[in-house]
């Protein structure tokens, strides 16, 4: 690969679009100039969108719909993103949060845990804070407790109906199973098959 190519901005382009989490570039005033693929399929955005708007704005904020707007709500003082883009542009070090966040999807919200990672960039004398959001729902939605039958193992879903452990994994996890057995198992179930051994 050529030296030239590397500096070449549809390769850039191409590069940063591949990554699978969100990649926002932001500045200090918590506007977004940039995204990738990601970033845009995530919050649903189309690429027409016209950046430079702050980030409850372009990432559908649930208090930035319905209140007063981005940065004017009651809840920004609290925002993960704003302090990470803060935290990280101010301190000039890498800022990094777990985020549940509120998003309004047409008539609907939604919860998403994420991820926040802002690392703060000069670019011609201007700084940028890069912001990656990677979604955590499914890995916080596994470390909560699951209801399990103490008898048959199977587990309570969300709408109330008991499954076998490796088809609620398979579907929330995206977990593949092999079977096999255990010493124990092989011995109390095919004692004469000495397979336990």
Known sequence: MSTALIHDDAYLRTVVDAL???????????RIFDMNAAGRTLFGIDSDVTLRRLCGEIMHCLHAVDEEGCGATVYCPDC???????????????????????????????DLHMLVTASPFFYKEDGFVLLVLEDITQIV????????????????NDENYWE?????????????????????????????LKIYE
């Open 141 to 156: 939605a596994l470390k909560r407790l699951l209801p399990i039958c103490s008898h048959c193992h199977k587990i309570r």
């Open 20 to 30: 699978p989490s969100a990649v926002f570039v932001v500045d200090g005033q918590f």
């Open 80 to 110: 993960v993103i704003r302090h990470s883009v803060a935290a990280a542009g101010e301190g000039g070090s890498v800022h990094r949060r777990k985020y549940r966040m509120k998003l309004r999807e047409g008539d609907a919200d939604r």
């Open 164 to 192: 076998a452990v490796h088809d609620y994994l398979s579907k929330h996890a995206d977990i593949d199973f092999t079977h096999g057995i255990c010493p124990h198992c092989a011995q109390t179930h095919y004692p004469d």
